[in-house]
């Protein structure tokens, strides 16, 4: 069961923030019962890109296995 400050992986889209499968984030709050979580996007740069709730299915934790990938991403002003 992840925790809060875990890094995370979307495992599908979420398109309404711009995020795509493949994003990485850190969970910085757990609903109770573990049901979603809030993650937190940053740019490379830390910037906050999105502040979203994930369920548990779109997302997998971080391997040691992953790489740090880059792309670019519109951010609402």
């Given at each position: 069961?992840?925790?809060?400050?875990?890094?995370?992986?979307?495992?599908?889209?979420?398109?309404?923030?711009?995020?795509k499968?493949?994003?990485?984030?850190?969970?910085?709050?757990?609903?109770?019962?573990?049901?979603?979580?809030?993650v937190?996007?940053?740019?490379?740069?830390?910037?906050?890109?999105?502040?979203?709730?994930?369920?548990?299915?779109?997302?997998r934790?971080v391997?040691?296995?992953?790489?740090?990938h880059?792309?670019?991403?519109e951010?609402?002003?």
């Amino acid at each position: 069961m992840p925790k809060e400050l875990d890094r995370i992986v979307l495992t599908a889209d979420i398109e309404e923030e711009g995020l795509k499968a493949g994003d990485a984030g850190t969970i910085v709050h757990m609903y109770p019962g573990g049901d979603a979580f809030i993650v937190e996007f940053l740019s490379l740069d830390g910037d906050t890109i999105a502040l979203v709730d994930v369920l548990p299915s779109q997302a997998r934790p971080v391997t040691s296995r992953d790489i740090t990938h880059a792309r670019s991403v519109e951010v609402a002003v």
